[in-house]
């Protein structure tokens, strides 16, 4: 069992940095994948970025490479997402999900936990 809890989303300006910070309970936080997610209003979910267990591959969606940078640190259980040149598109509730990586990372696997999100404004 993996226990997830987001910060660091707010309101902030277009252009603007937000950085947001996943943090993981449970002893084996480093075997799982993460990914970000995100979901605005009246849109359906949709994988933002995704980070193998290792560190050593990512993924993002085309509308956030070159913006938006993932990283984890495992000796603090912890997932990153740095947001730079924030839109008014960015706005969303923000998810962090964890995913028992068995094999090869695959950013569109199935998350088994998740965590209740963190609100992103970007205000344009």
């Known amino acids: 069992q993996v226990q997830l809890g987001e910060s660091g989303g707010g309101l902030v300006q277009a252009g603007g940095s937000l950085r947001l910070s996943c943090a993981a309970s449970?002893?084996?936080?480093?075997?799982?994948?993460m990914g970000w997610f995100r979901q605005a209003p009246g849109k359906e979910r949709e994988l933002v970025s995704a980070?193998?267990?290792?560190?050593?591959?990512?993924y993002y969606r085309d509308s956030v490479k070159d913006r938006f940078t993932i990283s984890r640190d495992n000796a603090k259980s912890t997932v990153y997402l740095e947001m730079n040149s924030l839109k008014f598109e960015d706005t969303a509730v923000y998810f962090c999900?964890?995913?028992?990586?068995?094999?090869?990372?695959?950013?569109?696997?199935?998350?088994?936990?998740w965590g209740q999100g963190t609100q992103v404004t970007v205000s344009s």
């Open positions: 999900a964890a995913a028992n990586q068995i094999g090869g990372f695959r950013p569109d696997t199935i998350y088994d936990y």
């Open positions: 449970g002893s084996t936080f480093g075997t799982y994948s």
């Open positions: 980070i193998s267990w290792s560190g050593t591959e990512t």
